[in-house]
């Protein structure tokens, strides 16, 4: 089997396991606790915090470890919303893109339907980007918070996020960034990049599902989401996944090594799968910008076909991968990131995804392309003969 799949979720590495697995059997104590065991696991989580500010950039204090990249995402939302509206009730707005993942979107229309905020969306054009000037359009003195995805999981688009958030910024607006793609493939120092709050999820990157983080910028008033116990600095309470947190801390330390060293090669892959895909199917459709993607996604639309069941031939030649986002899968709808881009429904409804980790190799993309054009072709001449 080829995965390339790999936006929706990763293995966990070797060594992620290795350095979890101590915290898991033997060290399993509560890190709250005031024992032996106890200190033994707080001092697991301060050394995994310590891990990822460094990765980041940041100070430890200013990462809060999550369950996953959704979590993060409703903390910041409506974490720095809600905060900033219990401060100064007139700010009342939030706005993100047009191609936010559902727990960016879904966060921002809760503090629509019950705290009286309204949702602002910035357009994106047909490559899925932002452009300041749509930003700047919608910055208003009642703008709450601004949320725009680092890069696109659907169709691997990279957003300008330092100019649009030194345009939020300029304005006194909170910014926060969803880099659960972009980890492990771009820069993630949140001072460089200029925001407040970035969310990233362990298990694309190598660590276990159910783990991830927000970073948020010292002094930034937050609301918590979770309340309970006081964890993570009253920002998020329940005892804490220490296992998770040195797994995270690991994946993202590997995987920033493996940034410097992979990602031309990647993308050199990635360019010449493209180039294999559309010579095999000349009317395949590349979305997403053409440059400016992430190394690990090549997504496209097959005219004339269903993304579904080129799914399916694909599966059957050995190539698993997705017609978008792991959350719509198997949802008849038209993605409505692709519909943001300016895509028509019915040619939305034709899209798959294939992205990959650093493990990929070129033997496999070839394998892959070939797979392609003959599933394109299969379902093609299916149709042909269901409609004589
Ligand atoms: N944000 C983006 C851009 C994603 O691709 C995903 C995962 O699909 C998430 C957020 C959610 O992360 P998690 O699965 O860790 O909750």
New binding site residues.
Partial sequence: MIFLDA???TPVRREVLDAMWPYLAGGFGNPSSHHTLGEAAAAALTGARTAVAAVLGCRAGEVVFT?????A?NLAIKGIALARQAANPQLNRVVISAVE?P??EESARYLERFHGFAVDVVPVDATGRVTPAALAGLLRPETALVSI?Y???EVGTIQPIAALAELARGQGIPFHT?A??AAGWLPLDPRALGVDAM?I????LGAP?GC?MLFIRGRTRLEPVIHGGGQERGRRSGTENVAGAVGLATALTLAQERQAGQQARVAALRDRFIGAVLAGVPDAVLTGHPAERLPSVASFCFPGTSGESVLLELERRGVVCSSG???AAGSDAPSPVLTALGIAPEVAQTAVRFSFDASVTQEDLDTAAAAVQAAVAGVRNLGAGQGR
Avoid: L
């Fill in positions: 936006a929706a979720t369950s996953g990249g959704t979590e995402d993942h727990a960016v995805m890069a696109n999981n969803d659960v793609q969310s999820s362990g298990h694309k599902k991830g986002s792991a959350c």
